[in-house]
Every structure is written in structure tokens, then in C-alpha cells.
């Protein structure tokens, strides 16, 4: 069964630093992983989608990467924001799934960016 | 463009109630969801949908019914509510034509049973 976890569970920064959160998964047989970000209240919104053939997405000041081989996963933020505070999660889609495609997802990364 | 929209936004029920939780999506996705997700933690898909007339189950479905008579409708039926129900409810949807494979997600539905 596939297991998703990420570290650290909650981070402070002050402005303009960059950061990385970390995904990790047990299952290296996937399909994709994707990256949302989770503001409080709302739903999830779509940040980044990296096919398992690919090591890496860019936008904007997001850069996630994927090394499929050690089931690690991380994702960047440059010259952080307060806007930026919001709770990340990332979720993997398995290879060996047919119908539904379902994603396991971590817990999330709840990020605090100070002004 | 409303995406995924989901009602009610909040709810209070009584244990042993029923309530159904209303999904709608407008970009003619194939693909529908229902994920809860508890305080802290991560999403866990309740139901699935590849298609209308076509469901089943995810990892946590028990206390839960689906139907999809419709592309663009996915409600959720939960019956004889239970505290352990008290969740976030979210509903999602993609599309397998081309290569796009982004999942959206409504804003989702809280849930209080008490």
C-alpha cells in the first residue's frame, strides 16, 4: 500500500527566504505526482504535475522535483511571500491503478511565511 | 467558469440522520471524486466515478453511498450519520482526453455530526 509522507509537518520563514518541502513516498512505482497548495477554508488548487518519466516542473518561483528511484519528492519556493502561507500537500498517483487513478495523499506541509 | 462546485457549505446533522452532499462539475470531466479529510491529516477517497453510470469504492467508503446518472453530477449520500463522519468533504474531477491529468477540487463541504 502506498504511503505518503511529508517533512516538516509545519514551518516559519520570514520573507524572502527560499525554502523546501519534502515529499517522500514508498511505492516508486507511480504515475505521477502532483503538488497542491490548500488555503484555509478552501479546496486544493493544482501547483504542480510531474509525469514519472520527468525530474522536474518550474512555475514561477515553484520548482518541484521528482527522484522516482529513492520515492522522493521536493518542492522549492523562492524569495518566499506572505502570500505563500497555505498548507502544501503532495499526492502520488500509482502505475499499477486502471480505473479511478486514485492519489494517495501526505498530511501536508502547513507554511508560514512572516512579512 | 464554476469548475467544481460543491453545497451545502457547512452542515450540522443528528447522529442517525441522512444528508446528501451535491457535486457538480461543468467541464465535462469523466473522472469524479470524494475525498474527506480529517484535521491534520491528508485525503482519503471515499468513491470514485470513471464515468455516469459507473461507481465504486475507494479506501473509505463504509457509511457512504454514489450515484453518477449524470457526467456532470456526483452526489455523495451518507445514511444513519455518525460522529465519526464529523469531516471535510471534497469533490474533484479530471479528464482522461489528451494529456492533461490535473485534478479540481470544489471547496468542499464541512460536516458536523453531533
Known amino acids: 500500500k502506498q504511503e505518503v509522507t511529508q517533512i516538516p509537518a509545519a514551518l516559519s520563514v520570514p520573507e524572502g527566504e527560499n525554502l523546501v518541502l519534502n515529499c517522500s513516498f514508498t511505492?516508486?512505482?507511480?504515475?505521477?505526482l502532483q503538488w497542491f497548495r490548500q488555503d484555509p477554508g478552501k479546496g486544493l488548487t493544482s501547483l504542480l504535475l510531474?509525469?514519472?518519466?520527468?525530474r522536474e516542473q518550474t512555475s514561477g518561483r515553484l520548482n518541484a522535483s521528482l527522484d522516482k528511484s529513492s520515492g522522493r519528492s521536493t518542492l522549492y519556493i523562492a524569495a518566499s511571500q506572505p502570500g505563500d502561507s497555505a498548507t502544501y500537500l503532495c499526492?502520488?498517483?500509482?502505475?499499477?491503478?486502471?480505473?479511478?487513478?486514485?492519489?494517495?495523499f501526505g498530511e501536508g506541509t502547513q507554511l508560514t511565511v512572516n512579512p | 467558469n464554476a469548475g467544481v462546485t460543491q453545497t451545502p457549505k457547512f452542515r450540522i446533522l443528528k447522529i442517525g440522520q441522512s444528508m446528501t452532499l451535491q457535486c457538480a462539475q461543468d467541464?465535462?470531466?469523466?473522472?469524479m471524486y470524494w475525498y474527506r479529510q480529517d484535521p491534520g491529516m491528508g485525503l482519503k477517497l471515499i468513491y470514485y466515478?470513471?464515468?455516469?453510470?459507473?461507481?465504486d469504492k475507494g479506501e473509505v467508503p463504509n457509511g457512504y453511498n454514489v450515484s453518477r446518472s449524470t457526467t456532470e453530477d456526483f452526489p455523495l449520500r451518507l445514511e444513519l450519520a455518525a460522529p465519526s463522519q464529523t469531516s471535510v468533504y471534497f469533490c474533484?474531477?479530471?479528464?482522461?482526453?489528451?494529456?492533461?491529468?490535473?485534478?479540481?477540487f470544489g471547496e468542499g463541504s464541512w460536516l458536523t455530526v453531533v
Open positions: 474533484a474531477s479530471r479528464t482522461t482526453v489528451g494529456t492533461g491529468n490535473t485534478i479540481y
Open positions: 511505492d516508486s512505482a507511480i504515475y505521477n
Open positions: 510531474i509525469q514519472s518519466s520527468q
Open positions: 499526492a502520488v498517483r500509482g502505475s499499477g491503478e486502471t480505473s479511478g487513478s486514485r492519489l494517495t
Open positions: 467541464m465535462n470531466h469523466n473522472y
Open positions: 466515478s470513471v464515468g455516469a453510470g459507473i461507481t
